[in-house]
């Protein structure tokens, strides 16, 4: 066997959310979202493409290039 030569990192999780620390979760599950809640940022998608897209459009909210509120939601929004 081999050793791997890639340092171990910490596993990040919604719970390590402080004044300081942001988190944006990327999860594979049943469907493609994106959701904030409480602070954390949540981007699912149903297969590794779908998580991409969902990703993406993420990303446009960030970058000013979409306004689909994101940042903001309260509740969960399906990516359509």
Do not use: F, H, M
Request: hydrophobic share 35%.
């Amino acid at each position: 066997t081999r050793e791997s030569t890639v340092p171990s990192s910490p596993v990040i999780t919604c719970e390590n959310i402080s004044q300081n620390q942001r988190v944006i979760l990327l999860n594979l599950t049943n469907r493609t979202s994106v959701n904030a809640e409480n602070g954390c940022i949540i981007v699912e998608g149903s297969s590794l493409d779908e998580l991409i897209r969902a990703s993406d459009r993420l990303s446009y909210e960030i970058l000013g290039i979409t306004n689909a509120g994101v940042l903001g939601w309260s509740k969960p929004v399906q990516i359509q």
